[in-house]
């Protein structure tokens, strides 16, 4: 006969608020492998306390209590969680079946924290075949009846083919027909070889044990053995296992970490709405990301490609020195340009794509008896492209009209409607500085820049301006689009030079100078910029925001599975399954809504540009970005949720209600 479990004056005192309750005063005993043991008595005597000090739910305040020989004092919670994996198979009178789980799932969860390979399906099939269910595997418990929950409940303790089983008031919730199958079943795995230790207040029930220990008031007030138990038949399954050892398994070799996933998606499914809910602040969060970043690259890009088309590569050359704008240094220090200029530089084919003259004054511009000032524009052929200056009404110059210096115009918004009024101009003459002009185009509009009205303008062929209007014989400046943005720098040399060269200028001589759209261009991206930053933390207020609504849904979904984790750990799970099992949870809760905040998100901003034809760039980054944050978020605000799972103690866990 092996001796199995032993307990030497065991005490039990629970705390209830104030005041105490000794629920065992001094028990000890031994149980030996192979016994069939009832313990009995009034209800409120100790019984349940005493079971679960035998089956490792509980610890002792004080005294000793040894399983195969160890202490259990010297055991750490996750060594003995591996006892109740490895060694004991509970069953209770409220059988603890996961309810959103077929019974072949809820026979087959003791597996998972075993820390074996393997899908074990086949395993539980056969146990459930054992009580008589196996035309019920796929059923959910609450399609079963209370005894055959029961018998689900005893598969599943079977399933890890433990030494012990260990039963509180296993019928108590049964009718008698359902008890005598249960009985019956108790009483095969007994023959079996199986050590059943099993608390019941009835006698008929504790008469299929062969041991009656009956207690009162926390202590055992009788131990008698029945005739017969010798003749058990005991199997010598030697344990085999190393309790010390058991807590150890990996998580990673033995396929308990996919087991987790599944279990999590099966868990958030089963509330489908309540998981779409308390995701939607993720959701919200990930979806205006995606729409902010690709709206904020859409706008980048617009507003780059019209940078572009109005001149970053432009640039322009001017008398004078840059500080000093247009003010003369000292005599003879502006340069003056030429026609010539301007083909030399246009014959810089490499860098340059097109150059312009441009003259600039102003004009006093008479229609009929109305007559208005404005500032007069003599340009070049190329400088319409440039400038984006081609009219959409009407026509540009031609390379004619300005060689032969024809007295043709363009006028600005501003100026047809202080001239025109509501008439159409086009074709109409007007007088510029006294001399007659055709009106052959209406500028596109541009509003303002500063204080200044860019609509405000007549633009004439540069020729005619120079010679006919404004009697100058220079051009004011030279307007150059380069090849590429890349080439700027090299172009501006290159032209200072040129222009250095032919005009016998000294290097460093500040009688003119170049510049670059690339300032404008950085104040504007600076703007994007605020903007965006702007935009993102916004976005980032609400991810927050959506993490503690996860936070709080995890909470209520920990105290609502309270007896589930207790569960989950009496069948084995150690503080870290649970506290993966929780994690793993939040965080497919938090991807799930950062998934389908990511496709709402590209959505919203493709109905955005869509109707109201706003650019949009969708970025993989951000994408890619926005995915990983709402991990990160789950792991973060799931962190305390899942602690306060698994700091759980059995015990309370399966009592709480
Ligand atoms: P039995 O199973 O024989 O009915 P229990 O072992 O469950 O008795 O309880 C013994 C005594 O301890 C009872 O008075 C009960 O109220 C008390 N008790 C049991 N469990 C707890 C607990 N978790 N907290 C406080 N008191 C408890
Ligand atoms: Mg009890």
């Given at each position: 006969m092996k001796q199995m479990l032993e307990l030497i004056d065991v005490h039990r005192t629970y705390l209830i608020g104030e005041s105490t309750v000794q629920a065992l005063r001094g028990v000890s005993v031994t149980i030996e492998q192979g016994e069939f043991v009832a313990i009995m008595g009034?209800?409120?005597?100790?019984k349940s306390s005493l079971l679960q000090i035998l089956g490792l739910l509980d610890n002792p305040d004080k005294g000793e209590y040894r399983i195969f020989g160890n202490?259990?004092?010297?055991?750490t919670e996750d060594e003995q969680a591996g006892v109740r994996n490895n060694v004991a198979g509970f069953v209770f009178q409220q059988f603890h079946l996961l309810k959103r789980m077929s019974i072949v799932e809820n026979v087959r969860l003791p597996h998972i924290y075993s820390g074996v390979a393997g899908d074990f399906r086949q395993q539980a099939v056969e146990r459930l075949r054992q009580v008589g269910l196996e035309e019920r595997?796929?059923?959910?418990?609450?399609?079963?009846s209370g005894g055959e929950q029961q018998r689900v409940a005893i598969a599943r303790a079977l399933v890890r083919d433990p030494l012990i089983i260990f039963a509180d008031e296993?019928?108590?919730?049964?009718d008698t027909k359902n008890s005598v199958e249960i009985m019956k079943i108790f009483k095969g795995l007994h023959e079996e070889g199986k050590t059943i230790i099993m608390v019941t207040h009835e006698p008929d029930i504790a008469a299929y044990a062969l041991r009656v220990i009956t207690m009162r008031d926390g202590v055992i007030i009788s131990d008698e053995r029945k005739p017969g138990f010798e003749a058990a038949a005991v199997a010598?399954?030697?344990?085999?296992?190393d309790i010390h050892g058991s807590g150890k398994a990996s998580l990673w070799q033995d396929g308990r970490f996919i087991g987790f996933i599944a279990q999590a998606f099966q868990s958030i499914l089963a509330n489908k709405m309540r998981s779409f809910l308390s995701v939607l602040g993720i959701l919200v969060g990930v979806a205006s990301v995606i729409a902010m970043i690709a709206l904020g690259e859409g706008a980048k890009a617009a507003m780059q490609e019209q940078m572009k088309s109005m001149g970053s590569n432009l640039l322009s050359i001017r008398g004078g020195s840059a500080k000093i704008r247009g003010a003369a240094q000292g005599a003879g220090a502006v340069a003056r340009f030429t026609f010539i200029d301007v083909d030399e530089i246009t014959s810089l084919r490499t860098l340059v794509k097109s150059a312009a003259g441009v003259v600039t004054g102003s004009g006093r511009i008479v229609f009929g008896n109305k007559n208005w000032s404005s500032s007069l524009t003599g340009a070049g052929f190329d400088y319409g492209m440039m400038r984006a200056m081609i009219p959409s009404v009407g026509r540009w110059f031609t390379r004619e009209e300005i060689q032969t210096r024809e007295k043709v115009a363009i006028i600005g918004v501003t100026v047809v409607k202080e001239?025109?009024?509501?008439?159409?101009?086009?074709?109409k003459t007007i007088k510029i500085n006294r001399i007659n002009f055709t009106v052959i185009g209406i500028a596109p509009a541009k509003g303002f820049s500063g204080p200044q009205d860019e609509d405000d303008v007549v633009i004439v062929p540069v020729t005619t301006a120079m010679y006919r209007v404004l009697g100058k014989d220079y051009l004011s400046s030279i307007f150059v689009e380069v090849a590429s943005p890349a080439l700027i720098e090299q172009a501006k040399s290159q032209i200072s030079t040129l222009i250095i060269k032919r005009h016998r200028l000294k290097e460093g001589d500040d009688s003119f100078n170049i510049r670059d759209m690339t300032e404008i261009q950085k104040m504007l991206s600076s703007t994007t910029q605020t903007m965006s930053l702007l935009l993102g933390s916004i976005a980032a207020i609400s991810l927050v925001v959506g993490g503690i609504g996860i936070m709080n849904i995890m909470l209520v979904s920990v105290t609502e599975r309270t007896r589930e984790i207790g569960l989950r750990k009496a069948i084995g799970a150690r503080k870290n399954d649970i506290m993966l099992q929780f994690l793993v949870e939040s965080v497919g809760l938090t991807i799930s809504g950062g998934f389908i905040g990511v496709l709402a998100g590209i959505g919203t901003s493709l109905v955005l540009s869509y109707f109201a034809g706003w650019a949009v760039k969708t970025s993989l980054m951000s994408v890619v970005l926005a995915t990983a944050f709402s991990a990160l978020i789950g792991i973060f605000f799931g962190l305390w949720p899942a602690r306060k799972a698994a700091e759980l103690k059995p015990l309370e866990a399966l009592r709480y209600e």
């Open positions: 009034a209800s409120g005597s100790g202490n259990v004092n010297t055991m595997i796929d059923h959910t418990p609450n399609q079963l296993p019928t108590g919730n049964l010598e399954k030697e344990s085999g296992f001239l025109f009024g509501s008439t159409n101009p086009l074709g």
